[in-house]
């Protein structure tokens, strides 16, 4: 079972509907010993960083969240649910985020079209099973106008040019997270869910001996 956090977010059926087309079962919850029953979590996300750790603190998630990530769940944050992961965000002037990246989450600079909505490419800069039958600059769907800013740039696993080069996919261990939203993306979002999944079911993989 893949628990899908649901803390009120406007894309959840969205997300259920991708997993549940790869032939998973998708559970959305908000309880937490649901999500440590799951194979894997994914924290989707639209709307602002500040009003969504908001929203997990009210229902009690943060520890939760930062538990299952902790303890070595196999884990994936989309769009907000990758900034939210962060040390904190400018977004709305400063507010902490859950901490487990640390890094800071920054508005796009001026003089770009905000928010950057429609599709973009992703370069690879590692070799990952996320990316397993996903061409190099293949095109993925965003929606944002902040961008994460890891201190450790060894974890970025996927760039996007804006005008900018941001970072759109994260690696760090049982932790993938990107900026754009796979279950917007087709067919290759649907691959992105389908590698995670496949991550997490596999021992070998999700321990790293990818290699």
């Not at 959840?12 to 959305?28: C, T």
């Not at 010993?33 to 009690?60: C, F, N, R, W, Y």
Request: net charge neutral; proline share 5%; with cysteine.
């Amino acid at each position: 079972m893949i628990a899908i956090i649901d803390y009120g977010a406007g894309n959840l059926r969205s997300v259920v509907n991708a997993i549940s087309r790869l032939g998973y079962q998708a559970k959305v919850t908000s309880v937490f010993h649901e999500m440590l029953a799951a194979q894997a979590v994914i924290l989707p996300g639209v709307g602002a960083a500040a009003d969504t750790i908001a929203s997990l603190k009210t229902l009690g998630l943060v520890s939760p969240i930062q538990r299952c990530i902790a303890e070595g769940r196999p884990f994936l944050g989309v769009c907000v649910g990758l900034q939210i992961l962060f040390t904190g965000t400018e977004e709305g002037g400063w507010h902490e985020c859950l901490g487990v990246i640390h890094g800071t989450v920054r508005r796009l600079p001026p003089g770009l079209k905000i928010p950057h909505i429609g599709w973009n490419q992703v370069r690879q800069r590692i070799y990952h099973p996320i990316f397993d039958g996903i061409p190099d600059e293949a095109n993925f769907y965003f929606v944002h106008s902040y961008y994460v800013e890891p201190n450790d740039k060894t974890i970025v696993a996927g760039e996007t040019e804006y005008s900018v080069s941001i970072c759109s996919v994260i690696v760090k261990g049982n932790l993938i997270a990107t900026q754009f939203h796979p279950e917007k993306s087709g067919e290759l979002g649907l691959k992105i869910y389908d590698n995670f999944i496949k991550i997490a079911l596999d021992d070998k993989i999700r321990r790293g001996q990818h290699n």
